[in-house]
């Protein structure tokens, strides 16, 4: 028997028409970090998208060509995330905390044609203007007095773009839709492309109950940066859903996100730990309204169960944890507490890394790819399926992808009721405020210097970031090397915020028995030695 329903793509273009039609007075509003909130409703926003498709196409983006976007989270940032797609064009959305290197790196690789950049990116791109091959024209949200290539005023683009609907193709559900980049692992940042139909069906899985419940009533302040993942499905699925969308810029500092809250009302933010316990730290100096939330969100790294008790006993709202990666759209996990828990057990769920979503398939591996049970106990490899997972990086070979699974690089002990633990990482990446900083590619780097023998980097914990770098260096005989030429020498390779914070200068640094570092014992030193 042959199923009688009807193919009907899943696609970006399907979204923004029910969002702009169904929920035409939503509201995006925007803080401008003045006390202003200038809004929109997504009726009016549906009416820039169709000009803005224009006026790109006016521009020669066609189906298939990238366009960049060098944004904050901001109403121009969710116009291009709706007609770019919609065109069948694909989105590229570029990191802003990249370094010069890993930024031509992306662009050029992405083979981006016309960039959409806020002011703050503009010196960045000024540097390593003549690096990039296929850019030719530039965007900007505010005027620029000098740049490398054409440039046009957002605000001019539009109104070069005529007052009618735009005439969208018929699009394949399986065609590329959006790029990121990840630098989760070691070498070059590594392209992830998302298609309609995973976009679609991870929007979808936003708006479930058991995953955030996003309704018309909502209204979503994603503080997670639009260049970040997406910013974890949150625009696409507060328009799908009618949910009000709240967008802080780069206003994202705990005083700016008292005042958003108590002024806007948000229902549900989202962020990285940094984030909430830079609110707690601003909560104990004054006064904070945070009743209107019904959720905090914390991903990107872990959550300290510490500081979900401090939510809950400071403004009576449950932070919850949620688990993905760039490879997962990113979404894939919340932690959610089992119904039927007590207070006690529900708190010590909700300190795990999460519970798969609906539609995703995951198992845990010993070192020779062997299932292994999720009896609370087994320690394994965490790999991960469905749906809206990446099968492979854009042009870029890996060992990540085997027999369908994703391998994900972390150690987890998982339960029966599909909850999971990550316990270590299988490699020694570092998570700083929600990035991934890449040990070996600092440590290649800084054993690169004439003056150095010997160099690697771990990470240590740190109150604000989660994690920061410390490296381990072993000077050349002779040498007096300091802390601040190898910064230099790093800053020539690394974003600012990548650089280590701590330096042990010592004489050998520890090694296994079959010569590699010993990272193990490095982290489980409680001082600096020979510092």
Known sequence: MQTTMAEFPLTIRTIFDYGARTYADSVVTDYRGDGEYPARTFGAIGQRVHRLAHALAGLGVAPGDRVGSLLWNCSEHLELYLAVPSMGAVLHTVNLRLSDVQLAFVINHAEDRVLVADEAALPQLLRIADQLQNVHTLVVLQPADQAPWPTVTYAELLAAGPDTEYAWPELVETQAAAVCYTSGTTGDPKGVVYSHRSTYLHSMSVMSGNALALSQHDS?????????????????????????????????????LAAMIAAQRPTLTAGVPTVWNGLLGHAREQPVDLSSLRVVVGGGSAVPASLMADYRKTFGIDLIQGWGMTESSPMAALAWPPKGSDPDEAATWMARSGRLLAGLEARMVDDDGKPLPPDGESVG??????????????????????????????????????FFQITDRAKDMIKSGGEWISSVDLENQLMAHPDVVEAAVVATPDPRWGERPLAWVVRRAGSSVTEAE???????????????????????????????FDKKAMRAATTEPGA
Request: net charge negative; hydrophobic share 45%; charged share 15%.
């Open 381 to 418: 490899e965490l790999e991960i399926r469905g749906p809206w997972i990446t099968g492979s990086y854009y042009a870029a070979e890996s060992d990540k992808f085997v027999d369908g699974w994703l391998r994900t690089g972390d150690m987890v002990v998982m339960w029966p009721n599909g």
């Open 486 to 516: 190898l910064r230099a020498w790093l800053g020539e390779h690394f974003a600012g915020w990548q650089l280590p914070d701590a330096w042990a200068w010592v004489d050998e640094i520890p090694k296994t028995s079959v010569g590699k």
């Open 220 to 256: 979503v302040l994603p503080v997670v940066p639009m260049y970040h993942a997406n910013a974890w499905g949150l625009p696409y699925a507060a328009w799908f859903s009618g949910a009000d969308l709240l967008m802080p810029g780069q206003y994202v500092q705990p005083p700016h």
